[in-house]
């Protein structure tokens, strides 16, 4: 049975606690196959889907990059994969997610990303 665009929204939130890059990297690779074959995404789609935007960040801090892009279009991924797992009632977002707001609190999401930042810095 494929994934449902629900549970994959969740395991993207779950992995911006993840300290594996191998893992996230397979974990990855095996949401985007599902995205273009059985769902049917094109890749434009697939590239610019927030599920993607969430793993992909998760890639760039655990390589010390820091962050992508603006910790705006970081909320608004982070709100919409929160969303997007939120309607499957099997799997609903975990309790204390500093991001359950129905508005994105950029200032701390500022502060999360310079924090990543700055331990970046310390390795």
């Not at 890059?21 to 273009?36: E, K, N, Q, T, Y």
């Not at 994969?81 to 997610?97: F, H, S, W, Y």
């Amino acid at each position: 049975m494929p994934r449902t665009l629900h549970s994959m929204a969740q395991e993207a939130l779950d992995v911006q606690s993840a300290c594996n890059l191998s893992g996230v990297i397979a974990a990855f690779a095996r949401i985007v196959a599902d995205m273009r074959g059985p769902l049917g995404m094109d890749t434009p789609t697939c590239n610019t889907h927030p599920i993607c935007r969430l793993f992909a960040e998760q890639i760039a801090h655990l390589t010390c990059h820091g962050h992508i892009d603006s910790a705006e279009s970081y909320a608004k991924a982070f709100d919409e994969c929160t969303r997007l797992a939120a309607m499957d009632r099997a799997v609903r977002p975990k309790p204390n997610t500093w991001m359950l707001d129905p508005e994105p609190d950029v200032n701390r999401i500022d502060r999360i990303l310079e924090d990543r930042a700055a331990g970046a810095e310390d390795r």
